[in-house]
C-alpha cells in the first residue's frame, strides 16, 4: 500500500500562489506517475496535471497551463504542485493521486488539501 498526504492548501487571493505538496509513503516503489485532481463544490472531480516517474512527461488540463507547474522529488518521495495567478475557478479540494504505472489509471488517492481563491 501507499499513503499520500496533501499539505500546503489555504485561502489565498486572486492572482495569488500556493505550492502543495504530496508525500507518500509505504510502497513507493511501486509508484510510477503521480498527478492532482481536483473537486469543486458540485462538480465532479477532474483531473489537474500528471508527472511520469522520471518527471520527464508532463500533461496539464488546459485550464491550469501557463499557471501551475508540477514537479517531484523521489529522493523525498514527494510531489509538488506550484499554483500562480489563481483564479475563484481554482477554488476545489486538491486530491494527490499515484498511480502503479503510466497515469492511465490512478490507484492510490490522498486525502485532500482545500484551496480557495478569493476574488
Known amino acids: 500500500q501507499v499513503q499520500l498526504v496533501e499539505s500546503g492548501g489555504g485561502l489565498v487571493q486572486a492572482g495569488g500562489s500556493l505550492r502543495l505538496s504530496c508525500a507518500a509513503s509505504?510502497?513507493?516503489?511501486?509508484?510510477?506517475?503521480m498527478g492532482w485532481f481536483r473537486q469543486a463544490p458540485g462538480k465532479e472531480r477532474g483531473f489537474v496535471v500528471a508527472i511520469s516517474w522520471s518527471g520527464g512527461s508532463t500533461d496539464y488540463a488546459d485550464s491550469v497551463k501557463g499557471r501551475f507547474t508540477i514537479s517531484r522529488d523521489n529522493a523525498k518521495n514527494t510531489v509538488y504542485l506550484r499554483m500562480n495567478s489563481l483564479k475563484p475557478e481554482d477554488t476545489a479540494v486538491y486530491y494527490c493521486a499515484a498511480s502503479r504505472g503510466d497515469g492511465s489509471s490512478w490507484d492510490y488517492w490522498g486525502q485532500g488539501t482545500q484551496v480557495t481563491v478569493s476574488s
Open positions: 509505504g510502497r513507493t516503489f511501486s509508484t510510477g506517475a
